[in-house]
């Protein structure tokens, strides 16, 4: 990409959009376009397609979607399955349909099945049967990929995907609710460590085996791979470290300051029992991340501290 190129980062607010959007700016882009949610609704097909032929961009980072954790996705199945295929669809086929040079797609490694291989190679894509928990994500991003890939085949279009592990990090959403784990963990502990709580209940057993890659990471591999990457095979975005939810919560809780006991609610569920991806294909195109998990939970905590709407999100 050339430094003045005309950029359009979809979903510049949310944790990756900004993320990929101070990568830019930190390598020296300088025409980077973004539009709020009211001012560009990208579930709506004409506004969509009005924006492209208005702008034109020449490189497109798709990080837009509708994203929570095991609840949100369990009980918004169609929501979730709706909004992120028509925001995709609308979004690439635009960008396709207007010119655009190169489309970057952002995924995650939930598209892959329950029990894949481990480590997670991209070649296992639609082997077996997805994690009921998150299925209606996981089918939407598979179908953005497909596209991008459909796309390329038929037209000849340079449009990639990335398919990215667990992100934490600056601009992360913390709702009690809604977040993802780490996130979730953050507040959590807390908001026990605020009130006194002697003790915090977390969900599961603390057995499942997780990936965390910090989002300035992600935005660091997702620019390199606009200029250094065209295929239809996605590539996978971690770290090929793992971790269990336990060792996890334990040092959530040790960097927040929490000193209570913590117990686990084995009535409810654990999710993919293990999900770590294979980043050898990251790493001989020759990007490795840089952020430790210690590190990056401290940054992310910080963040947390500083976010002035963790309490509404």
């Known amino acids: 990409m050339e430094k003045d190129a005309k950029i359009y980062v979809a979903g510049h607010r949310g944790m990756v959009g900004s993320a990929i959007v101070r990568e830019l700016q930190r390598q020296g882009y300088t025409n980077i376009i973004t539009r709020t949610h009211a001012e560009l609704d990208l579930i709506n097909q004409q506004a969509v397609n009005e924006f492209f032929a208005e702008e034109r961009p020449e490189y497109v980072f798709l990080a837009a979607a509708k994203v ?17 295929i028509m925001l995709e669809m609308n979004v690439i086929n635009a960008a396709w349909r207007n010119g655009c040079r190169k489309l970057e797609f952002l995924g995650s490694s939930c598209i892959y099945p329950r029990l894949a291989p481990q480590p997670m190679p991209e070649s296992c894509l639609l082997t077996s049967e997805l994690e009921k928990t998150n299925e209606a994500y996981a089918l939407a991003k598979i179908s953005g990929l497909k596209y991008c890939e459909f796309l390329n085949r038929q037209y000849g279009t340079d449009f ?49 085996l997780r990936e965390f890659l910090y989002v300035d990471d992600l935005a660091n591999l997702c620019v390199f791979l606009m200029n250094n990457y065209s295929g239809n095979e996605t590539v996978n975005a971690g770290t090929g470290k793992e971790l269990t ?47 430790e998990l210690p590190e990056g939970i401290r940054l992310a905590y910080q963040d947390f501290l500083t976010n002035p709407m963790r309490a509404e999100r």
């Open 68 to 84: 929570g954790g095991i609840i949100a996705n369990s009980s918004a199945l169609a929501d979730f399955m709706y909004d992120n």
């Open 160 to 208: 990639i995907s990335v398919m990215p592990t667990n992100l934490y990090g600056p601009n992360d959403n913390y709702h009690p609710e809604h977040s993802h784990v780490l996130p979730a963990l953050i507040r959590r502990f807390h908001e026990a460590k605020e009130s006194g709580a002697t003790e915090v209940t977390c969900w599961g057993d603390g057995s499942p």
């Open 245 to 291: 939810i336990k060792e996890l919560t334990e040092l959530v809780a040790e960097t927040v300051g929490y000193t209570g006991r913590i117990l686990w609610d084995t009535s409810r569920p654990n999710g993919t029992p293990r999900k770590l991806l294979d980043v050898s294909k990251a790493r001989s195109l020759g990007w490795s991340y840089t952020t």
